[in-house]
């Protein structure tokens, strides 16, 4: 198993900068792909950003490429993801997950692990 805290969300006006992090536990943190999707209030939850399970590659949704980075350090069992120049559009809850088989995956069926999610309000 393994369990998963996001933490950083709250809000901003558009244009400012917020870092959400997650935190891993139980089984080896290093066992997989981790990625980021939100959930905006009446809408599907949608795939934001990965990172694969040695850090050498990412995948952005386009939204928010050239605004968000992702990474990864595992010797602290912990993902970042910097955004930066946010937009009303942004607002949502963001969840961390996590796929142990590194499938680098978009579809969030691919992941097995779940966080509770941090909420993100960015104001106009």
């Known amino acids: 198993q393994v369990q998963l805290v996001e933490s950083g969300g709250g809000l901003v006006q558009a244009g400012g900068s917020l870092r959400l992090s997650c935190a891993a536990s139980?089984?080896?943190?290093?066992?997989?792909?981790m990625g980021w999707f939100r959930q905006a209030p009446g809408k599907e939850r949608e795939f934001v950003v990965v990172?694969?399970?040695?850090?050498?590659?990412?995948y952005y949704t386009d939204s928010v490429k050239g605004r968000f980075t992702i990474s990864r350090r595992d010797a602290k069992n912990t993902v970042s993801l910097q955004m930066n120049s946010l937009k009303p559009e942004d607002t949502a809850i963001y969840y961390c997950?996590?796929?142990?088989?590194?499938?680098?995956?978009?579809?969030?069926?691919?992941?097995?692990?779940w966080g509770q999610g941090t909420q993100v309000y960015v104001s106009s």
């Open positions: 997950a996590a796929d142990p088989n590194d499938r680098r995956s978009s579809n969030p069926n691919q992941y097995r692990y």
């Open positions: 990172i694969s399970m040695n850090g050498g590659s990412t």
């Open positions: 139980g089984r080896t943190f290093s066992s997989g792909a």
